[in-house]
């Protein structure tokens, strides 16, 4: 069994409710997320369920109004992918406005690994 394109839908309308349980249900336990930034060549690497939830409920944290918009999904076997727009506003008032995509593997129905890749693009000055 394998995810769909509805079932990546449903993922990132969890992200955009930043519904934790909603978002940690598509994932298996020995799942890895690798983040768009970070020092390695992979960027950051988290590994397993507990770690991954902790740093999506950062990002709400830091950007309480972090949205992944204008999503679309296909899905090829174990693999998939999502297009999105991401947009975050953090606590000082800089902006994050930056297309990206994550491209995903499955294992019996659940996420197994998810890569994170966006626009390396300027902060956007506060909105006054």
């Known amino acids: 069994m394998t995810l769909s394109a509805t079932d990546l839908k449903s993922l990132f309308d969890a992200f955009n409710r930043h519904d934790i349980d909603g978002v940690m249900r598509f994932f298996a336990e020995d799942c890895i ?8 060549v992979y960027g950051t690497r988290i590994t397993g369920r507990a770690a991954i939830a902790e740093a999506f409920s950062g990002v709400w944290t830091a950007m ?3 949205e992944w918009g204008d999503h679309s999904h296909f899905v090829d076997g174990d693999r998939g992918v999502s ?5 975050g506003t953090a606590a000082d ?10 491209l995903f593997t499955f294992r019996d129905g659940k996420i197994v690994r998810k890569q994170a890749f966006r626009k390396n693009r300027p902060v956007l000055p506060p909105r006054y």
């Open 83 to 87: 297009e999105w727009t991401f947009s």
């Open 93 to 102: 008032g800089s902006r994050i406005v930056a297309e990206g995509c994550d």
């Open 64 to 66: 309480p109004d972090a």
């Open 33 to 40: 997320f690798n983040a768009v930034g970070g020092p390695e």
